[in-house]
C-alpha cells in the first residue's frame, strides 16, 4: 500500500531529554513537511522539504530539527531548547502545488 | 509571508441548517487553496481544492467553496448539514514562494446536532 508511516504512535519525552519522531513514506513525493497541531491553533509547519538534502525552517522551528538524506525519510528531531513540546505531531507529503497526504501521527508527551 | 485566518474557531447547526465557513488569506500572488476535513479520530482529509478556473468548486459529500480573489477569501458552503459532518475543518493556501509550502488555519471545530 502506499502511504505515509509516522512512528510511534505515542511518545513520552522526560525534561531534558531529546527525541526523534519517524516519518517514511513510499508515495515517491518530493515535498515533505511536518506540522504540529494543538487545539485551537490548526496545524503550524515546523520544517518542509522540497527536495534530498534541503529543507527550511516553517513558521514555529525553534526547538526543533529535521534532516532528509533519503527521499523516503523526515525524522524530526524534538530538542530539550522547545519548551512546550506536548502536541500532536503530523507529518505530509505533496508534490509542488498538489493535496497533501497525510499521516496517522505521533502524540508527544513530557514526563 | 502566507497567513490563513478562519473567522469561527466553534459552529454549533442543528441537522438540515445551511452551513458558512469563512477563511481568508494574506498572500499578494497566485495561490492554491484548499479545504481539509478531519473527522474524529481519523486523518486529515481532502475536501476540496481551488488552483485556477470556475471560482466556484465542487468537493466531497455535497460541499462547495467558493474563491473571491478581491476579498482573499474562500469560504466553505453546504445548503444541509447531516449529523455526519461534525468533524474539524481546515483552511489552507499553498503558494510559490521560492518553494511549494502548505499554511493551514486554526481549523472550525462544527457540530451537528440530530
Known amino acids: 500500500d502506499g502511504g505515509i508511516t509516522q512512528s510511534p504512535k505515542y511518545l513520552f519525552r522526560k525534561e531534558g531529554q531529546n527525541v526523534t519522531l519517524s516519518c517514511e513514506q513510499n508515495?515517491?513525493?518530493?515535498?515533505m513537511y511536518w506540522y504540529r497541531q494543538d487545539p485551537g491553533q490548526g496545524l503550524r509547519l515546523i520544517y518542509y522539504s522540497q527536495i534530498v538534502n534541503d529543507f527550511q525552517k516553517g513558521d514555529i522551528a525553534e526547538g526543533y530539527s529535521v534532516s532528509r538524506e533519503k527521499k523516503e525519510s523526515f525524522p524530526l528531531t524534538v530538542t530539550s531548547a522547545q519548551k512546550n513540546p506536548t502536541a500532536f505531531y503530523l507529518c505530509?507529503?505533496?508534490?509542488?502545488?498538489?493535496?497533501?497526504?497525510f499521516g496517522d501521527g505521533t502524540r508527544l508527551s513530557i514526563l | 509571508a502566507q497567513s490563513v485566518s478562519q473567522h469561527n474557531h466553534h459552529v454549533i447547526l442543528s441537522e438540515a441548517a445551511s452551513l458558512e465557513l469563512g477563511c481568508n488569506y494574506s498572500?499578494?500572488?497566485?495561490?492554491?487553496l484548499f479545504w481539509y476535513v478531519q473527522y474524529p479520530g481519523q486523518h486529515l482529509q481532502l475536501l476540496l481544492k481551488?488552483?485556477?478556473?470556475?471560482?466556484l468548486v465542487k468537493g466531497i459529500k455535497g460541499f462547495e467553496a467558493e474563491f473571491i480573489k478581491s476579498k482573499f477569501s474562500f469560504n466553505l458552503r453546504k445548503p444541509s448539514v447531516q449529523w455526519s459532518d461534525t468533524a474539524e475543518y481546515f483552511c489552507?493556501?499553498?503558494?510559490?514562494?521560492?518553494?511549494?509550502?502548505?499554511?493551514f488555519g486554526a481549523g472550525t471545530r462544527l457540530f451537528v446536532k440530530a
Open positions: 505530509a507529503t505533496g508534490q509542488r502545488d498538489q493535496p497533501q497526504h
Open positions: 508515495l515517491n513525493h518530493d515535498a
Open positions: 481551488y488552483f485556477s478556473g470556475d471560482p
Open positions: 498572500y499578494g500572488g497566485t495561490v492554491n
Open positions: 489552507a493556501v499553498n503558494a510559490d514562494t521560492g518553494g511549494f509550502k502548505t499554511i
